[in-house]
């Protein structure tokens, strides 16, 4: 069992314990690979760390740019007391991007009011 486990970190390694054994070194290829096993681990934990950055990222760029074009949507939809306000919301949001999708989700929503357009007119069937 342990010469797996010796093979198995030597791979995870990329082959560094065999490289400093075949070159000469003083130490063996097991000790060299329980010297190098920590900074292998905390390697793939770099790795890791990496990897849920950009994770992160992503699915911030992914949500911000659905929210960015709900919000940009909703601007069109709404009427606001001063006719200035639609032109200044919409500025807000192409220019700031998700961080105005996100001023305009807080605050202009409220500002705004949604029009009312009925999709068919109501007809009442009993007579």
Do not use: H
Not at 30 to 46: D, G, R
Not at 84 to 91: G, M, S, Y
Not at 107 to 120: E, L, S
């Amino acid at each position: 069992m342990k010469k797996y486990f010796y093979w198995f970190v030597s791979v995870i390694g990329l082959f560094i314990p065999s490289i400093c054994w075949a070159a000469g070194s003083e130490l063996s290829e097991k000790q060299a690979t329980l010297i190098l096993a920590p900074f292998m681990i905390l390697w793939v934990l770099w790795m890791l760390l990496i990897f849920l950055f950009w994770l992160g990222i992503m699915v911030f760029a992914i949500g911000g740019g659905i929210l960015w074009i709900f919000m940009l949507i909703d601007v069109m939809k709404r009427d606001f007391v001063r006719s200035d306000d639609k032109t200044l919301w919409i500025l807000v949001l192409v220019f700031a991007g998700v961080i105005g999708a996100i001023i305009y989700y807080y605050y202009g929503r409220q500002q705004g009011v949604v029009r009312y357009q009925p999709t068919q007119p109501f007809v009442n069937e009993k007579k």
